[in-house]
């Protein structure tokens, strides 16, 4: 098995496509901005110049991991030793640096992520709309920590003095004028135009396939190998037997998971703590996601440096021991019947996967009723695990 991800070949080959003056789309499977592939351009000029992505994923890593701790040191006031320490379940994490050098472009997503609460909470919203958009535009799913920072840009997090609205305003208007203060509409309207400005500039030099391949895909999007999802078995029967039905399975999947992630979690839970919200919210995506593979456990890892610390896994060990060791031993349950499958010819879909599919959710939800309970009550878990130290 070679260890360079069949991903990272995508992405070479459509950076070599650009280099000889056509599209990234000519490459099929190619579902990314042509940004990707424009920053692996150098990756197509020598032989040995091939790694030139690995590399970058990896520097994207370490980027990521000095702005924890920034994030960590100056927006939660943790000391230097310590916020190193936490940074460090990021940056030392095997899982992380496996992936990336195997030619996985999360790292680079990691990095806007991190930019992106550290910009909030520097409170420089015109950056962080424009980081927001440009991550947005580099995968989709990022969309979904609008809501929370929208939310969490209240009076009180973003100390903006009290207005005096007029006596004779509605109840509603004035419930109206309070949520739309300047910070969260420059924010909106940063993300947005970052947004649309790269999509539209990106459309005009490719036209209808970044909107296909970018965006369109995903609503229809069926993969059935090396995917962890409760959906993986359903998908594998639906790609056999395709139905003449126009209601499609793969498109109603979206509906408990942006329910979750892009609804409920942010508006419960997002000015109690935004980073930890944001977790929640990554976690809830990626458990609820028609699509599972390793590099999307990456989304959500970058944030464990800000829950773990105050967290009931951390001031509990036994729990957190036990909820790390069920959510490994789940994984390999499954890979065991994926090996099956992919290297001995065995078909192991049902019950096999299935099962395995099954148990992997089902570890996964209850660890994310932990991460939503945690959040619910941070204050209260702080102060009964004040003494407890990252080792």
Same mark, same amino acid.
């Given at each position: 098995m070679k260890y360079t991800d069949i991903d990272y070949y995508v992405f070479t080959d459509a950076a070599r496509f650009l280099s000889h003056g056509q599209t990234p789309y000519m490459r099929d499977t190619y579902r990314y901005t042509p940004l990707l592939a424009w920053l692996l351009l150098p990756s197509t000029w020598y032989p040995w110049s091939f790694s030139f992505g690995k590399v970058l994923f990896?520097?994207?890593?370490?980027?990521?991991?000095?702005?924890?701790?920034?994030?960590?040191?100056?927006?939660?006031? +943790? /000391?230097?030793?310590?916020?190193?320490?936490?940074a460090s379940i990021w940056l030392l994490n095997p899982m992380v640096a496996t992936i990336s050098t195997?030619? =996985?472009?999360?790292?680079?997503?990691?990095? +806007?992520?991190?930019?992106? $609460?550290?910009?909030?909470?520097?409170?420089k919203i015109i950056l962080a709309g424009v980081i927001l958009g440009l991550a947005v535009h580099f995968k989709i799913y990022p969309f979904i920590y609008g809501i929370s920072i929208m939310w969490w840009l209240d009076e009180t997090n973003f100390k903006l003095p009290a207005r005096r609205d007029p006596e004779d305003r509605g109840v509603l208007m004035k419930?109206?004028? =309070?949520? $739309?203060?300047?910070?969260?509409v420059t924010f909106a309207v940063t993300s947005l135009a970052t947004f649309f400005a790269l999509s539209c500039t990106m459309?005009?030099?490719?036209?209808?396939?970044?909107?296909?391949?970018?965006y369109l895909h995903h609503l229809t999007r069926i993969d059935h190998r090396h995917n962890f999802s409760v959906y993986n078995t359903l998908l594998h029967l639906k790609s056999a037997? /395709? =139905?003449?039905?126009?209601?499609? #399975?793969?498109?109603?999947?979206?509906? /408990?998971?942006?329910? $979750?992630?892009?609804?409920?979690? /942010?508006?419960?839970?997002?000015?109690?703590?935004?980073?930890?919200? +944001?977790?929640?919210?990554? &976690?809830? #995506?990626?458990?609820?996601?028609?699509?599972?593979? =390793?590099?999307? &456990?990456?989304?959500? +890892?970058? &944030?464990?440096p800000f829950y773990l610390p105050k967290s009931s896994l951390m001031s509990q060990p036994r729990r957190g021991i036990f909820a790390?060791?069920?959510?490994?031993?789940?994984?390999?349950?499954?890979?065991q019947q994926g090996y099956q499958l992919e290297f001995l010819g065995t078909s192991t879909f049902v019950p096999g996967l299935w099962f395995g599919g099954i148990l992997f959710f089902l570890t996964n939800v209850w660890i994310l009723g932990i991460i939503i309970v945690d959040v619910g009550r941070m204050d209260d878990i702080a102060v009964q695990g004040q003494h407890s130290k990252i080792s």
């Open positions: 990896a520097l994207g890593d370490i980027l990521a991991g000095w702005l924890i701790v920034r994030v960590l040191r100056v927006s939660y006031g +943790m /000391p230097e030793e310590r916020a190193l320490k936490c195997r030619g =996985s472009s999360e790292g680079l997503l990691g990095v +806007m992520v991190v930019a992106l $609460l550290w910009a909030v909470t520097r409170r419930k109206i004028t =309070s949520f $739309l203060h300047p910070a969260r459309y005009l030099i490719y036209g209808w396939p970044l909107i296909q391949h970018t037997s /395709p =139905s003449t039905s126009n209601l499609h #399975f793969e498109s109603l999947a979206f509906l /408990p998971q942006l329910f $979750l992630s892009a609804f409920a979690i /942010p508006l419960v839970l997002a000015k109690e703590d935004l980073a930890s919200t +944001m977790l929640a919210q990554t &976690f809830a #995506f990626v458990t609820f996601n028609k699509v599972c593979t =390793s590099q999307y &456990f990456l989304w959500y +890892m970058i &944030f464990l790390a060791a069920l959510w490994v031993l789940s994984q390999v349950v499954w890979l």
